[in-house]
C-alpha cells in the first residue's frame, strides 16, 4: 500500500524551523527590543517620546508599507510556526522536571501568551487596520485604536488607565521578553553557535541579564505610560504634544492630520479629563 505523501511543512520542516528560528530574532526580536526602548523614553517625560514617534512617522505614506513588511508579516509567520510546533510538542517535565526541559515548555507557553497579547495590543492602540470605516464601525466602538501618535504619552496613558488592562500587560510584556531571550540561548544551540556544555552555561548567563535588563525597561516604559494618563501629567502632556504638533505645522515639517490627534481640545487647562475624549 502506497503511504500517503508527506505534507509541505513536513517535508521542509529543516528549513522552516531554521527560518523560524531565525525571523524570531530579527525582525521580531529586534523589533521588540527597539519597541520596549522607545516606549521606555516616556520616563525623560511626553516631549521625548512624542519626538520619538515623530521619526517613526516621518515615513510617511510609506510607513504601513514598512510595518507590513518588517514587522506584521513576519510576526505572523513567527507566529503560525510557532503554534504548528506548539500543537506537536510532548510536554514531559513530569517524567524528566530538568530546568532546561522546563524552560522548553515555558518557550511555548509564552510564545501562545505573546501571540494573543501582541494581537490585543495592535487593537488596543491601533486597530489592526487604518481604513476609516473599520476604525469608526469597529475598532472605536470596541474599544480599539486608542492611540493617536500625535498625542502619543497622553492617549497611551489613557488606553493603559484600567488596572485589568495594565496587569494583562505586564503579563504580556514579560511573556514576550522571556520567549526573546530564551528564545536567543535555544537558537544559539540550533544554529551551533554555542555547543559545549560551557559554552552553552555563558550563553544562558548573558541571555538571562538580557531578559532582566529588557524586562526592567519594559515594565518601566509600561508605568511612566500609565503615569500621562491621569491627572496634573496628563494634562501637562496634552499642553506640550499640541505645542510640539503646533510648532511642526508651522514650520512645514508636518502636515497637518486630525486622525492622528487626541480628541481633547488644542489647550488642557481645565482639568476635565473627560472632555471629548474617545
Not at 469597529?138 to 489613557?158: D, I
Not at 524586562?215 to 501637562?236: F, H, P, T, V, W
Request: proline residues 5%; hydrophobic residues 45%; glycine residues 10%.
Amino acid at each position: 500500500m502506497d503511504q500517503p505523501e508527506p505534507s509541505f511543512l513536513t517535508r521542509h520542516e529543516f528549513v522552516i524551523r531554521r527560518l523560524h528560528s531565525l525571523s524570531g530574532l530579527i525582525p521580531v526580536g529586534a523589533y521588540m527590543v527597539v519597541h520596549l526602548v522607545t516606549n521606555a523614553t516616556v520616563l525623560n517625560g511626553p516631549g521625548t517620546f512624542q519626538d520619538n514617534v515623530y521619526k517613526i512617522h516621518s515615513l510617511g505614506r510609506f510607513l504601513p508599507e514598512v510595518e507590513w513588511t518588517f514587522i506584521f508579516i513576519p510576526i505572523l509567520f513567527h507566529a503560525i510556526v510557532g503554534i504548528w510546533i506548539v500543537m506537536g510538542m510532548n510536554p514531559n517535565t513530569t517524567s524528566y522536571p530538568y530546568v532546561a526541559n522546563r524552560r522548553y515548555n515555558w518557550q511555548r507557553i509564552t510564545g501562545m501568551i505573546a501571540f494573543f497579547f501582541i494581537g490585543w495590543h495592535v487593537f488596543q492602540m491601533h486597530g489592526w487596520f487604518h481604513n476609516e470605516a473599520w476604525l469608526t464601525d469597529f475598532a472605536l466602538p470596541y474599544g480599539g485604536a486608542q492611540f493617536r501618535p500625535f498625542n502619543a504619552a497622553s492617549t497611551a496613558g489613557k488606553a493603559l488607565a484600567s488596572g485589568v488592562v495594565t496587569v494583562a500587560y505586564v503579563i504580556g510584556i514579560l511573556a514576550c521578553v522571556f520567549h526573546l531571550a530564551n528564545g536567543i540561548w535555544t537558537m544559539g544551540i540550533t544554529w551551533g553557535v554555542w555547543t559545549s556544555p560551557k559554552a552553552q552555561s555563558r550563553a544562558l548567563a548573558v541571555c538571562t541579564v538580557f531578559g532582566l535588563v529588557l524586562g526592567a525597561i519594559g515594565l518601566g516604559g509600561l508605568g511612566g505610560m500609565r503615569a500621562q494618563g491621569s491627572g496634573d501629567a496628563y494634562n501637562k502632556a496634552i499642553e506640550i504634544e499640541n505645542k510640539m504638533y503646533e510648532g511642526r505645522v508651522q514650520s512645514g515639517e508636518l502636515i497637518p492630520d486630525q486622525h492622528k490627534r487626541s480628541r481633547r481640545p488644542m489647550t488642557s487647562t481645565d482639568g476635565d479629563d473627560s472632555v471629548n475624549e474617545e
